[in-house]
């Protein structure tokens, strides 16, 4: 049918009054009446529709733009692309509507019907066979998540066999290729038995996306395919329905082809020391597939994405299924022996010094692949002593020096970076006789002498930290002058080594004890840290940043319970799962209880937090830095009320990892360019940028050791299970009178918890 020129007079109008343009709203009324043969109209003109009827009862504002952007889209489809036509033909069914139903509310069904039939009258039927494909799609789609698959399938059935009778294409003529290397014949159902068996998919929806993914693969005419690309296809036409709890459950983890040849062939273009060798490739893609998996089937959308956009820190997403660090004692293996490599029952407890020797190698390789961290032996000399007595010297630096390197051997040897493990000395020895406590003294000594005398770092075996106790509590009792002359002198001649101050609020380092002194103690779970620096960024205020941290902290509760899940998992099936070692049963109780581990909410950035809030630098003002303290405390308290909203046990510590910190900063000053730049620190060499990390001052502070130990001790009192303070002792003119002075300063003087001497300038 021939067509009026948009806003030409026609002859309807010229006949009928009220079909002439008037004021609006009905300006357009009478353009298209000629065309699209409307009855006559004798009385008043039509009044205006202003909403329409949703497809579930609610009314929503009619929007003539809508309809114009859909005839646009199926324009386009045809190579006709006309906005003003569009317009036009928008007005031309509003007006439609308006005379055709009167005073009623159109529904969206009747306005669609409305859309194809001025198509069609107006010339457009290529134009109104797209709308109307893609109209039925539409439908098609919301049948499928209504549930309603009978007549999809009836569809899909026939257009397949349209097809086969069409084309020499048939699925007998495709091939997978699987993951068991074997070619296997096209078979729809067996999409079918993966969506049901992954997904929980009910039958007749799977098959639909099943037999949808053979037309697409057909129409493709590819004959050999690969069960990666077919998930790939389920994944796409998952996402097609917007069916996304659906995909989640059945995407495939991986590594792009392009990430995996650059792990497996390229050398380091880092200054790493782990090996390049086939062992190193299979840990580290093994490590991506993890990460892939602890983001989307572990951690909720919410942490995943926090962590993502840099809110906060999900530490080891790639070793998901480890903990972070404990304590562990010698008397599992006294008590109980160990299993004999190969068999699951358990040998006697050892009897001497060799047997011992043998069952502790073996108790430290079954325990080291299930924590990132560090292992803390607890009282070594103590458990080591009934095997020593009536050896030589000779002979017990010997006992002493391979029990070091049994304890610091790795097993299986890891990609991540070694942390050294920390075997904590108890001068005073077992509780009992005269005997047995000097002969502990005597194992304790040996103990130094071995590490003073030669290094493990070196093949298979790092340097472990050895740690002391001293009593804090009292301030009027001295420290034992021969116990501290050797932990000094260790500490001055370079070797790593920590000093625990036993105070009165504290059960000495490792928190509460366990129900068996065999059971491992001081288990940290998880670790989550929190971006302060952003909290100030978007917070404004102390109070504001106060909103906003309790925020971050929540995020971070969320996080700890997911993994908190995820470890229960892995313990339920005890002796017969991947954590078979901690989570089976002696007489009914676990060598590792999951009701007594830590899960740690970490700070970093805290200086740049208070610099961001006050203008000042922790170190540059008192103010200042008793703002970081009712900062760092009020997330101390935030820990304290979400372990019991929660059910865990959350304990808030400062971070000093500086690639946490780096990725902090790398990640803010794109999302806060202009406040991050005033407070981002950056390495005057590299021009690296990074936070501060924990809770330190600015590294360009200049502060003495007695004025870092007290400064630490302030926020040691606020988390009690923070890291220890980290003392750099000159390397030429340390003594170990300067280590014993620092010693008794932070013993009298501070609360320091825990103090380390590192070696360097």
Known sequence: MPQAPCGAMTASQA??????????????????????????????PPEAFTSIIKRDGRQAPFEKAKI?????????????????????LASGVALYLSKSLRVQTPTVDQ????????????????????YARYRDKRARIRE???????PLLYELAEARRGRLESETASPASMFVRTSGDTLAAWDTHKIVEALMRETGMDEDRARLVALEVEQQILSSEVKTLTASLVRELVDAKLIEHGLEEFRLRHMRLGVPLFDAEQIICVPNRDESSYPRDPLATDLELAERVKREFALTRVYGREEADAHMLGDIHLHDLGFIDRFQACSASLAYVTRFGMPAPGHPRHARPPRNAESFLSHLGRFSAAIRPHFMGAVRWDALNSHLAPYAAGLSEDALRQFVRLALIGLAYRSPPPRYPVTPGVVHIAWEGPPGEEGE???????????????????????????????????AADPSRPLPSEWLERAAAYAASGGAMMVAFEREDTDS?????????????????????????RAAYRGGGEEGVRTELAHLARLAAQAHTAKRAF???????????????????????????????CYA?????????????????????????????????????????????FGLHFEAVPVRDSEVCARFAALDIRAFRDPARGVIKSNPITHDLYYTPGVEYASKARQSSAGYIHMMGRFHSIFPMAPPAAIRLPEEDSTPAMAASLIHEAARQSQVRRLVFEAGA
């Not at 009220?18 to 009324?29: R, S």
């Not at 288990?523 to 302060?532: D, K, P, S, Y």
């Open 601 to 645: 909410i970490g700070i970093a950035g805290l200086n740049e937090c208070v610099q961001m809030l006050s203008g000042r630098q922790m170190h540059e003002s008192e103010e200042a830095f008793e703002l970081g303290l009712r900062l760092a405390s009020y997330v101390r308290e935030q820990g304290v009320c979400l372990s019991e909203e």
């Open 509 to 533: 380092l490792n928190g509460e004890p366990p129900r068996e002194a065999w059971q491992l103690r001081g288990v940290w779970a998880n670790q989550v840290t929190l971006n302060l620096p």
């Open 68 to 88: 114009a952007s859909a005839i646009i889209r199926a324009m386009e489809s045809v190579g006709q692309i006309d906005r003003d036509r569009a317009e036009s």
């Open 437 to 471: 406590r000097s002969l502990a003294r005597r194992v304790a000594l040996a103990l130094f002498d071995v590490c003073t005398e030669e290094r493990f770092s070196r093949g298979d075996a790092v340097d472990p930290v050895l740690c002391v106790h001293f009593d």
């Open 567 to 597: 470890l229960e998992r892995l313990f339920v099936a005890k002796s017969f799962g991947p954590s078979s070692f901690l989570s089976a049963e002696h007489q009914g109780t676990p060598l590792l209880d999951l009701d007594d581990v």
């Open 111 to 130: 306005v669609n019907d409305a859309v194809e039939r001025v198509l069609i009258e107006l010339g457009h039927g290529d134009i109104a066979l797209v």
């Open 15 to 44: 006949d009928n009054p009220y079909e002439k343009p008037v004021d609006a709203p009905h300006a357009q009324e009478g353009t298209y009446d000629a065309q699209l043969l409307f009855p006559s109209l004798i009385g008043a």
């Open 144 to 150: 499928l998540r209504e549930g309603n698959m009978k």
